[in-house]
C-alpha cells in the first residue's frame, strides 16, 4: 500500500509531551521523515532517517519507529511549535513513489 | 547556505502546459543528490511530483507520470517542472526541494519557498 494515515487534529498543553504518528505498510521497510508547516510557509524538515534532526532543529524533537508506525515526539511543547505536521516515506511496493501523510494539526493550548 | 527558488507563470489556461524553474544556489547540483517538485492544492496537504538526479535520472508520481516531464540544467544549476494538459485540479503552490535519497535515509531537506499556480481561462 502507498498511504500513510495520520491524525487530522492533536492538541497538547504548554510544556507538556505529545506523539503526532503516522501509520503505513511502507514503514516496516523505511523510515519517515517528518514536516513541519506553518500558515503561508513552506515545509520544513525536523526530523529524518532512523532519528535524525537537521540543524537548527530544537531537540526537543524525537522520531521512532515500531513496525508499521512512525511516531514525531515533541517533549515539552512550545507555543511556536503550533504548526501542520506531515510524514513522508519512501513506497514499499519498488515504483519509487514518494508519499505523504495527509498532515497533523498541532495546536498547543 | 543552500537556497532554492522557484519562478515561472502563476496563470496557466486549462489543457496548456505549467513550467516551472528552480534555481539552486550555494550548491552546485552536479555534486549530487536529487532534486525533487512537490506540490499543496490550498488547504490540503502535500504530494511528491517526482525527483530527478544531476545525471538525469527520474522517478515520477504514477499519478502525474503520462503529464510530467522533470530536467536538469546543470550549467545554470537549475532543473524544471513540465506538467501538461493541466486542469483546475492542478491549482497549487508547487515547491522545489532538494532530496536525499540513500540507504538510511529519504527526505526533502531544503525547500523553495513555494509559488503558486492557478490553472484558469
Known amino acids: 500500500s502507498s498511504e500513510l494515515t495520520q491524525d487530522p487534529a492533536v492538541s497538547v498543553a504548554l510544556g507538556q509531551t505529545v506523539r503526532i504518528t503516522c501509520q503505513g505498510d511502507?514503514?516496516?521497510?523505511?523510515?519517515a521523515s517528518w514536516y513541519q508547516q506553518k500558515p503561508g510557509q513552506a515545509p520544513v524538515l525536523v526530523i529524518y532517517?532512523?532519528?535524525n534532526r537537521p540543524s537548527g532543529i530544537p531537540d526537543r524533537f524525537s522520531g521512532s519507529s515500531s513496525g508499521n508506525t512512525a511516531s514525531l515526539t515533541i517533549t515539552g511543547a512550545q507555543a511556536e511549535d503550533e504548526a501542520d505536521y506531515y510524514c513522508n516515506s519512501r513506497d514499499s511496493s519498488g515504483n519509487h513513489l514518494r508519499v505523504f501523510g495527509g498532515g497533523t494539526k498541532l495546536t498547543v493550548l | 547556505q543552500v537556497q532554492l527558488q522557484e519562478s515561472g507563470p502563476g496563470l496557466v489556461k486549462p489543457s496548456e502546459t505549467l513550467s516551472l524553474t528552480c534555481a539552486v544556489s550555494?550548491?552546485?547540483?552536479?555534486?549530487?543528490?536529487?532534486w525533487g517538485w512537490i506540490r499543496q492544492p490550498p488547504g490540503k496537504g502535500l504530494e511528491w511530483i517526482g525527483s530527478i538526479y544531476h545525471s538525469g535520472s527520474t522517478y515520477y508520481n504514477p499519478s502525474l507520470k503520462s503529464r510530467v516531464t522533470i530536467s536538469v540544467d546543470t550549467s545554470k544549476n537549475q532543473f524544471s517542472l513540465k506538467l501538461s494538459s493541466v486542469t483546475a485540479a492542478d491549482t497549487a503552490v508547487y515547491y522545489c526541494?532538494?532530496?536525499?535519497?540513500?540507504?538510511?535515509?529519504?527526505?526533502?531537506?531544503?525547500w523553495g519557498q513555494g509559488t503558486m499556480v492557478t490553472v484558469s481561462s
Open positions: 511502507s514503514l516496516r521497510s523505511y523510515y
Open positions: 532517517g532512523k532519528n
Open positions: 550555494g550548491y552546485s547540483i552536479s555534486s549530487g543528490y536529487y
Open positions: 526541494a532538494r532530496h536525499i535519497s540513500s540507504s538510511w535515509a529519504d527526505a526533502f531537506d531544503i
